[in-house]
């Protein structure tokens, strides 16, 4: 998921000279972008506030919500666990449930957003999209989410 959010937020977020050329330190996410949407042509991660259109302006909301919530308690749950070693407090686990209720509800509102897309996209690359991409987001957070909310409470 971390590496998600750099991605998904790589050209509004930093820098161009940290992603765009090759060998620069964010490259390989810049890479990864490409090459997804070459395939999936989802206008979700392509959103940008020059590009916005009337119905599609929670995306934008959305990139911030990902910025402001979720890198900073995935940040901190990689340095807790990976570099001090050590487990979750009670704070952080409702940390981790109030990010997964958001990860939930923004997923469901892109695959809700996916079956208005213009008729370019066709309903197999649709359902392609939701299957492969988006469903995995909202069934883990299904799992994680009462996991956690069974050890907070």
Excluded: N
């Excluded at 940290?18 to 330190?25: K, Q």
């Excluded at 340095?79 to 958001?102: D, F, I, N, W």
């Amino acid at each position: 998921m971390l590496t998600w959010t750099v991605i998904d937020g790589l050209d509004l977020m930093w820098p161009k000279w940290t992603y765009e050329p090759a060998g620069s330190p964010l490259h390989i996410f810049y890479t990864a972008k490409a090459e997804y949407l070459a395939e999936h042509r989802d206008p979700i991660p392509q959103w940008s506030p020059a590009t916005a259109s009337g119905h599609d302006s929670w995306m934008g909301l959305f990139l911030y919500l990902e910025w402001a919530v979720a890198l900073p308690i995935l940040l901190f749950t990689v340095y807790r666990l990976g570099v001090q070693r050590k487990g979750t407090s009670g704070a952080h686990e409702l940390a981790l449930l109030a990010l997964s209720v958001e990860v939930a509800l923004t997923t469901l509102v892109c695959i809700h957003d996916v079956y208005y897309w213009d008729a370019s996209y066709t309903a197999e690359a649709k359902f392609k999209l939701v299957t492969t991409m988006y469903s995995p987001w909202l069934i883990v957070r299904k799992l994680i989410g009462p996991l956690l909310l069974k050890r907070v409470c």
